[in-house]
């Protein structure tokens, strides 16, 4: 089978040839597994692991110019180095200082979707007809703490819900407009749709199910029948424990779940399968915050082994790691989380 092959047998619960596997990481720990694997591109890297990547495509901004820190919300970015690499972090929130929902709308206007041009999306993909296809999405929330300021945006939920709904939902009417876009420029080759939102942590849900059902849960129904109608499948992306919110997403129309953060608790791979299995695919399961960056080999063979028998009994599971793999992940503990992959798949 082809990797986009695999992937649609599995989301359509068929038996692949063996368990597709999936990969993300950091740009630091591509570089090190390139150089591992003595390969000089990520594709070649994946290639040679035998890996079913899924290729992720987005519209062209053709918008207003934008300075190198600032990106088209209007938030500004600093780049901080942790040591082993850098990430991004929101030094300037753009709605920080608005009191109420009528204030922002009269001194904030969201981006429009014509500032984004889909007509080179097909170009892109030529060559690339083997692998799945992910495009569209929404992540509101998540551009919410950028606007508003992290706390102030949880604090909104509670104290200013009217800001919090009118401007989510905008967020929303953006993304459903450029993934309508993409679905029409892209008739049939779309395979997955990113809808997500981090709802978890470590010991719970961050956002109470109350709060989920009455601001995410609406606008996260809207793109998920855009998705069903264009013939695609929702990915959905919720880090930490977010088995409260389950139910709920499940009832929403989700079709798969990632990245199954198991050694939190409330995320027992046994438990999501008995509970969720017939309804949901499982996508990732492999610990990038113990086994891949500090566990040996053997560690991780066992790992994949054990994934492969709690979350991938009877199918729907597609072997991944946990979200990014962090650069201080020996390359030897990535080929063989692979190696295993295809051995015992």
Not at 178 to 193: C, H, N, Q, Y
Not at 201 to 209: F, H, N, Y
Request: glycine share 10%.
């Amino acid at each position: 089978m082809t990797p986009r092959e695999r992937w649609m047998a599995v989301l359509a619960r068929r038996r692949p040839d063996r368990t597709p596997m999936d990969y993300w990481a950091t740009p630091e720990t591509d570089r090190k597994l390139m150089a591992h694997l003595r390969c000089s591109t990520r594709r070649q890297a994946l290639e040679s692991l035998e890996v079913d990547f899924v290729v992720a495509v987005r519209p062209d901004y053709i918008g207003p110019s934008l300075s190198p820190d600032e990106d088209v919300f209007g938030c500004r970015w600093r780049d901080v180095d942790y040591g082993g690499g850098s990430y991004r972090e929101c030094v300037h929130h753009p709605l920080a200082e608005f009191r109420t929902a009528e204030e922002a709308a009269g001194g904030y206007s969201f981006p429009p979707a014509d500032w984004w041009d889909c007509a080179r999306l097909g170009r892109r993909l030529q060559g690339l007809e083997d692998y799945p296809v992910q495009a569209g999405g929404s992540e509101p929330f998540l551009t919410y703490k950028n606007l508003r300021g992290e706390a102030r945006a949880f604090m909104d939920l509670v104290e200013n819900p009217e800001m919090a709904e009118s401007c989510l939902g905008k967020l929303v009417d953006l993304d459903y407009a450029l993934t309508e876009r993409i679905f029409d420029a892209l008739p049939g080759r779309v395979l997955l749709t990113y809808v997500a939102e981090d709802m978890g942590g470590q010991a719970g849900l961050l956002i109470s199910p109350e709060h989920i059902r009455r601001f995410l849960i609406p606008g996260m129904k809207r793109m998920i029948a855009l998705t069903h109608q264009a013939g695609a499948y929702v990915f959905h992306h919720n880090d930490g424990d977010c088995r409260a919110a389950l139910p709920d997403l499940v009832a929403a129309g989700i079709d798969i779940l990632n990245p199954v953060q198991w050694r939190i608790p409330g995320m027992d791979r046994a438990a999501l399968k008995r509970d969720f299995g017939s309804r949901l695919v499982f996508h990732g399961g492999m610990d990038n915050q113990r086994t891949l960056p500090f566990g040996s080999v053997e560690d991780v063979r066992q790992e994949v082994e054990d994934n492969l028998r709690l979350l991938g009994e009877g199918g729907g599971y597609i072997l991944a790691p946990c979200h990014n793999i962090q650069s201080q992940t020996p390359p030897e503990n990535i080929v063989a989380m692979y190696r295993a992959g295809r051995e015992l798949g």
